[in-house]
Nanobody, 124 residues
Framework: QVQLVESGGGLVQAGGSLRLSCAAS????????MGWFRQAPGKEREFVAV????????YYADSVKGRFTISRDNAKNTVYLQMNSLKPEDTAVYYC?????????????????WGQGTQVTVSS
């Protein structure tokens, strides 16, 4: 069992930055790939980024590539999403997720565990 708690969301102006954190409980954190998803009002949840268990492989949605960076610290059971050059269209609730397979998250949009989400609002 893995429990995920996101933090770091808030209100920021376009062009600004935020760093989201996701703290995981459970001793098996390092065996899971970790991902970030987002859901804007009236839209379906979409994949944002994923990182493998060791942190050596990452993959991003085209909409955030070059602006967002996913990383993890297995010693702290935490995964991060650094978001730079934010745009109003990045406004959404951001969710942390865990799965044994990175491809499950990036290709199928599914995961074994989900956090409760943190709101990110980008004003123009």
């Amino acid at each position: 069992q893995v429990q995920l708690v996101e933090s770091g969301g808030g209100l920021v102006q376009a062009g600004g930055s935020l760093r989201l954190s996701c703290a995981a409980s459970g001793r098996t954190f390092s065996s899971y790939a970790m991902g970030w998803f987002r859901q804007a009002p009236g839209k379906e949840r979409e994949f944002v980024a994923v990182i493998n268990w060791a942190g050596g492989s990452t993959y991003y949605a085209d909409s955030v590539k070059g602006r967002f960076t996913i990383s993890r610290d297995n010693a702290k059971n935490t995964v991060y999403l650094q978001m730079n050059s934010l745009k109003p269209e990045d406004t959404a609730v951001y969710y942390c997720a865990a799965s044994p397979s990175p491809a499950t998250m990036s290709n199928r949009g599914s995961a074994n565990y989900w956090g409760q989400g943190t709101q990110v609002t980008v004003s123009s």
